[in-house]
């Protein structure tokens, strides 16, 4: 396997003391260089006639390359390494988002009215109408992101306490691409009826519900019974939000190649939440001959083991993951690293389109397919074309609150995702441009917008 690409994942800071002479960081720079190592930025920290401070910033592909990196460095002669730290591990210390209050408190009068007396007649007022809670309170602007933490990215059922970090995460993305207050809900439960119990009881704080790392198939239930017995709308960014910014992509990466989705093979490795949805919002966007395989091969008609929503997508076909690339036009992955070979991706259709999205590591490494894909993405931000949900939900929860939407729709997720692709315009569409990067300011209000219209037409908006 090709070696991954250093990245800030596993990025270190290095304090150094060195010899004050010329020559001496550069076989610093030198020595993690030979290591592999990539570099950031290197401030001065201290210097005299004597001795120089620095601290260097390094990327590193992995825990065991970062010790590698180290370990070259600690061998220098004249060089003291006075301090490693991990600068992830850093930016996670004491949490990453706090609460903060909207409004000064510096007077008596201040204090009377955001709190008591005062907010005893704003009680009275929504006890009265219940509405007014969208205007006077939290709700109108607040999400809560719930998991029970059984799929934490792809690492596995971790729990609660370990799912907290991406839960903050999402909570950082929410504010910083769409202004919403989140707040992370990690359930001490994997019982479904629980789950949905607590959520439903927590409702009323929220202007909508995320759900997140919840593994199949519980999460299918869980997301269909809080749609129907809540009326804010839920979203489980997991099959939907992936499903949306696949689609998108998938949109100009055929418009790109100078296909139709209808008339395309498609094969998605992963019948899990993320597989299952995106093989059901290609399906509502036109695509007509989709392959789900998973871990036993092709979701054929013949298996007698599939539950009712592989059943919906089972072809007359049987065998490998092999056999399902070959003469296809599309390759989806939202499954394990490696799986792909460069000898598959040969084997499908001209210009063939693979998106390996298994993160850390993908299906198959761009690397190695260079030259027989014609457009290649992944989940991973090192690479061209990365499939980030942040370029979905945050729009997606903005547009729904704004109109008081009761629930999110497939045609909601439909136009977000045509929302998303129309943002590449056809004189920068390219094998290595097929989505807009997550920092284009633009695309949480445009995504927005089409999720208000689309609400709106289907006559689900409040307002």
Same mark, same amino acid.
């Given at each position: 396997?090709?070696?991954?690409?250093?990245?800030?994942?596993?990025?270190?800071?290095?304090?150094?003391?060195?010899?004050?002479?010329?020559?001496?960081?550069?076989?610093?720079?030198?020595?993690?260089? $030979?290591?592999?190592?990539?570099?950031?930025?290197?401030?001065?920290?201290?210097?005299?006639?004597?001795?120089?401070?620095?601290? &260097?910033?390094?990327?590193?592909?992995?825990?065991?390359?970062?010790?590698?990196?180290?370990?070259?460095?600690?061998?220098?002669?004249?060089?003291?390494?006075?301090?490693?730290?991990?600068?992830?591990?850093?930016?996670?210390?004491?949490?990453?988002?706090?609460?903060?209050?909207?409004?000064?408190?510096?007077?008596?009068?201040?204090?009377?009215?955001? =709190?008591?007396? /005062?907010?005893?007649? &704003?009680?009275?007022?929504?006890?009265?109408?219940?509405?007014?809670? =969208?205007?006077?309170?939290?709700?109108?602007?607040?999400?809560?992101?719930?998991?029970?933490?059984?799929?934490?990215?792809?690492? /596995? %059922?971790?729990?609660?306490?370990? +799912?907290?970090?991406?839960?903050?995460?999402?909570?950082?993305?929410?504010?910083?691409?769409?202004?919403?207050?989140?707040?992370?809900?990690?359930?001490?439960?994997?019982?479904?009826?629980?789950?949905?119990?607590?959520?439903?009881?927590?409702?009323?704080?929220?202007?909508?519900?995320?759900?997140?790392?919840?593994?199949?198939?519980?999460?299918?239930?869980?997301?269909?019974?809080?749609?129907?017995?809540?009326?804010?709308?839920?979203?489980?960014?997991?099959?939907?939000?992936?499903?949306?910014?696949?689609?998108?992509?998938?949109? %100009?990466? #055929?418009?790109?190649? /100078?296909?139709?989705?209808?008339?395309?093979?498609?094969?998605?490795?992963?019948?899990?939440?993320?597989?299952?949805?995106?093989?059901?919002?290609?399906?509502?966007?036109? +695509?007509?001959?989709?392959? &789900?395989? $998973?871990?036993?091969?092709?979701?054929?008609?013949?298996?007698?083991?599939?539950?009712?929503?592989?059943?919906?997508?089972?072809?007359?076909?049987?065998?490998?993951?092999?056999?399902?690339?070959?003469?296809?036009?599309?390759?989806?992955?939202?499954?394990?690293?490696?799986?792909?070979?460069?000898?598959?991706?040969?084997?499908?259709?001209?210009?063939?389109?693979?998106?390996?999205?298994?993160?850390?590591?993908?299906?198959?490494?761009?690397? #190695?397919?260079?030259?027989?894909?014609?457009?290649?993405?992944?989940?991973?931000?090192?690479?061209?074309?990365?499939?980030?949900?942040?370029?979905?939900?945050?729009?997606?929860?903005?547009?729904?609150?704004?109109?008081?939407?009761?629930?999110?729709?497939?045609?909601?997720?439909?136009?977000?995702?045509?929302?998303? +692709?129309?943002?590449?315009?056809?004189?920068?569409?390219?094998?290595?441009?097929? &989505?807009?990067?997550?920092?284009?300011?633009?695309?949480?209000?445009?995504?927005?917008?089409?999720?208000? #219209?689309?609400?709106?037409?289907?006559?689900?908006?409040?307002?």
């Amino acid at each position: 396997m090709v070696s991954l690409t250093p990245n800030p994942s596993y990025s270190v800071s290095l304090l150094l003391e060195l010899p004050n002479h010329a020559g001496t960081l550069a076989s610093v720079t030198q020595a993690i260089a $030979d290591a592999g190592g990539s570099f950031g930025q290197i401030s001065l920290i201290e210097s005299n006639l004597k001795l120089t401070r620095r601290e &260097i910033a390094v990327d590193a592909s992995s825990s065991e390359h970062a010790e590698k990196i180290i370990g070259a460095v600690k061998a220098l002669d004249n060089v003291k390494l006075l301090k490693v730290s991990d600068r992830t591990f850093d930016l996670h210390r004491q949490g990453k988002i706090s609460v903060v209050s909207r409004i000064p408190l510096t007077s008596q009068s201040d204090l009377a009215m955001a =709190y008591t007396p /005062g907010v005893g007649r &704003i009680c009275r007022a929504i006890a009265e109408d219940p509405e007014k809670v =969208y205007s006077l309170t939290i709700k109108s602007n607040t999400v809560a992101v719930v998991t029970d933490g059984s799929a934490v990215l792809g690492l /596995g %059922n971790l729990g609660p306490e370990a +799912a907290l970090p991406v839960m903050e995460g999402k909570a950082m993305l929410f504010k910083e691409f769409a202004q919403l207050d989140a707040f992370p809900i990690c359930l001490d439960t994997q019982d479904t009826e629980e789950i949905i119990r607590t959520v439903k009881a927590i409702a009323p704080v929220f202007g909508g519900v995320n759900l997140e790392d919840i593994a199949a198939p519980r999460c299918f239930e869980i997301e269909a019974r809080l749609k129907k017995e809540l009326n804010i709308p839920v979203f489980h960014d997991d099959q939907h939000g992936t499903a949306i910014v696949t689609l998108a992509a998938l949109l %100009n990466a #055929l418009k790109f190649v /100078g296909k139709a989705m209808a008339a395309v093979r498609i094969v998605i490795n992963g019948a899990g939440a993320a597989g299952l949805a995106i093989a059901e919002l290609l399906k509502e966007s036109g +695509a007509t001959d989709i392959w &789900i395989c $998973d871990s036993k091969g092709i979701v054929g008609k013949h298996r007698t083991d599939l539950n009712s929503k592989k059943q919906s997508f089972a072809v007359d076909a049987e065998g490998t993951l092999a056999d399902a690339m070959a003469g296809a036009d599309v390759f989806l992955g939202v499954s394990a690293p490696g799986v792909v070979t460069k000898e598959m991706v040969q084997s499908m259709a001209k210009d063939p389109i693979v998106f390996a999205m298994a993160n850390p590591i993908p299906e198959i490494q761009p690397e #190695l397919i260079q030259e027989d894909a014609a457009v290649i993405a992944t989940g991973r931000s090192d690479y061209p074309n990365q499939i980030n949900n942040v370029l979905a939900f945050p729009g997606v929860f903005r547009g729904a609150i704004d109109c008081r939407a009761s629930i999110i729709t497939t045609t909601m997720c439909i136009e977000a995702a045509k929302a998303i +692709a129309s943002l590449v315009h056809s004189n920068t569409l390219d094998s290595e441009h097929i &989505i807009p990067s997550v920092f284009d300011n633009r695309v949480a209000t445009t995504v927005a917008s089409a999720v208000q #219209l689309a609400a709106r037409n289907e006559g689900v908006a409040g307002q």
